[in-house]
């Protein structure tokens, strides 16, 4: 039922910037919060960013100051602006959306790519 779909990602040289969408399907209703996570091979899935309903950030302390997320919680989509990029950026980014009722739903997204070159 409910899907997410992130894009934006490609590739771009070191101190470039991109910007990731992640858009929600077949849902009625406001995830409590969104968030971007990112893994590299042979590392394990990282927090990036996470953006709560009512706007309160989050931020890995290796992103702070360059990446941006955001949210337009009528269209159930998150963004995450990455400006300043690293080679050490490179990873494929996932978007993840929770949604917290009595019972906490976990959802994400299949991930974009992000390449940044030396």
């Known amino acids: 039922q409910v899907q997410l779909v992130e894009s934006g990602g490609g590739l771009v040289q070191a101190g470039g910037s991109l910007r990731l969408s992640c858009s929600a399907s077949?849902?009625?209703?406001?995830?409590?919060?969104m968030a971007w996570y990112r893994q590299a091979p042979g590392k394990e899935r990282e927090f990036v960013a996470r953006?709560?309903?009512?706007?309160?950030?989050n931020y890995a302390d290796s992103v702070k100051g360059r990446f941006t997320i955001s949210r337009d919680n009528a269209e159930n989509t998150v963004y995450l602006q990455m400006n300043s990029l690293k080679p050490e950026d490179t990873a494929v980014y996932y978007c993840?959306?929770?949604?917290?009722?009595?019972?906490?739903?976990?959802?994400w997204g299949q991930g974009t790519q992000v390449t940044v070159s030396s």
């Open positions: 953006i709560f309903i009512g706007g309160t950030t």
């Open positions: 077949g849902i009625i209703f406001s995830f409590n919060n």
């Open positions: 993840y959306a929770e949604r917290r009722l009595v019972v906490t739903y976990d959802y």
